[in-house]
């Protein structure tokens, strides 16, 4: 028999499984259905079903991790109650800001930073019961449905909203606090990228109550962008910022009759 090319992966859950059941238990806590009498019937036998098949996804990480199956699915779906709670105060709160909004039902089923705060909130609580891989697997899938990147290790409060929201990333050592709301193109990151330093807090902390707009990069583990604040479009943020703070990038926009430029403006895209 030839030998298999590549990179043998041992003691994994399989990928598809792992997805296959998150989008189960996105569609379990926010189901739509036109009979809610027999949904409600089925809603024991369903929970059943998804708590098994995260027990065998949970089965081949036991080679090599001490993890008690049973006791984890206990506890991951013991909080599911908490979590739809702030999934639902978060959809609200884009609704509530969002002029684009027109129901809470819309933000569910159509907003792609709603829908990736939902496996966020669900991956965050196997990353807290310390499930290796899995959360990653989660929080991938998202990222690479609507182009955002929020690592599970981030602790995230509550409401949060993420307006549009491709190209937003979280990395996984950010500290959100409640009322924040982001834009797109919004990079919380670390100032460096060292392999050594994987256990050290290396993303910002973003305080209560604060709005960053699009294309805003916010840096490094010390950086703390405290409460109230407002940062504008495209800052470039290092250093912490106090409450109240407004940031912004003052540029400087010529507008001029074309018919009058004589300089050729050529662009090649």
Request: glycine share 6%; charged share 20%; proline share 6%.
């Amino acid at each position: 028999m030839e030998k298999f090319p590549g990179y043998l992966l041992n003691n994994t859950p399989s990928r598809i499984r792992v997805v296959n059941f998150t989008q189960s238990l996105i569609d379990y806590l926010f189901p739509v259905t036109d009979d809610p009498q027999g949904f409600m019937q089925t809603q024991a036998a369903t929970h059943a079903a998804l708590k098994n098949e995260l027990m065998v996804c949970l089965s081949p990480l036991t080679a090599d991790a001490d993890i008690d199956v049973l006791e984890t699915a206990d506890s991951f779906f013991a909080s599911l109650p908490f979590v739809k709670d702030d999934l639902l105060r978060d959809a609200a709160l884009t609704l509530s800001f969002d002029p684009a909004a027109y129901s809470v039902a819309e933000v569910i089923l159509a907003y792609p930073g709603f829908r990736t705060l939902v496996v966020y909130r669900l991956a965050h609580e196997l990353y807290r019961l310390k499930i290796p891989i899995i959360p990653r697997i989660m929080s991938e899938w998202a990222h690479s449905i609507a182009g955002i990147d929020i690592n599970p290790g981030a602790t995230i409060g509550c409401p949060f909203f993420i307006d549009h929201g491709t190209g937003v990333v979280i990395g996984e050592t950010v500290v959100i606090g409640n009322n924040v709301k982001i834009y797109q193109g919004v990079t919380l990151g670390a100032l460096s990228v060292k392999k050594e330093e994987a256990q050290q807090k290396r993303h910002p902390t973003i305080e209560d109550n604060v709005v960053i707009y699009a294309g805003s990069t916010i840096l490094g583990g010390e950086t703390v962008v405290g409460h109230d604040s407002v940062i504008g479009g495209s800052a470039w943020v290092t250093e912490s910022v106090p409450p109240y703070s407004v940031v912004y990038q003052k540029t400087h926009t010529i507008v001029r009759d074309k018919r009058d430029f004589a300089e050729p403006i050529n662009f090649v895209i």
